[in-house]
């Protein structure tokens, strides 16, 4: 797993537990590889403006359906009740990656 930060989010203010469940979904959905890397990166960065979050997991794509779950379909409600117009949040599947990249504007 690797964690890097950028920029200080001191004085960042989100809801709580806000981002808990787009880092629980890394670890909930990591791939169980034996011959390859089992792999979790997290990535957060504060501009003047804006805080990201990036998120990336590996995934065995054959346990994997093309549905998407209950939880990101529950972060997008609540990123739309709490945070309308003030956010873009993408999901991508990257060969046998999973990412998500969260911006919210936190001016």
Do not use: W
């Amino acid at each position: 797993m690797s964690f890097y930060e950028k920029g200080d989010p001191k004085n960042v203010k989100i809801p709580p537990l806000f981002l808990l469940p787009l880092i629980e979904n890394c670890f909930k959905h990591i791939s169980h590889f034996t011959d390859q890397e089992n792999a979790i990166e997290i990535t957060t960065e504060v501009g003047s403006n804006i805080f990201s979050l990036r998120t990336s997991n590996t995934f065995s794509p054959d346990m994997r359906s093309d549905q998407q779950g209950i939880g990101l379909i529950n972060i997008q409600k609540r990123l739309e009740l709490i945070c309308r117009g003030r956010y873009r949040f993408n999901m991508a599947k990257n060969g046998n990656k999973f990412e998500i990249e969260l911006h919210l504007d936190i001016a």
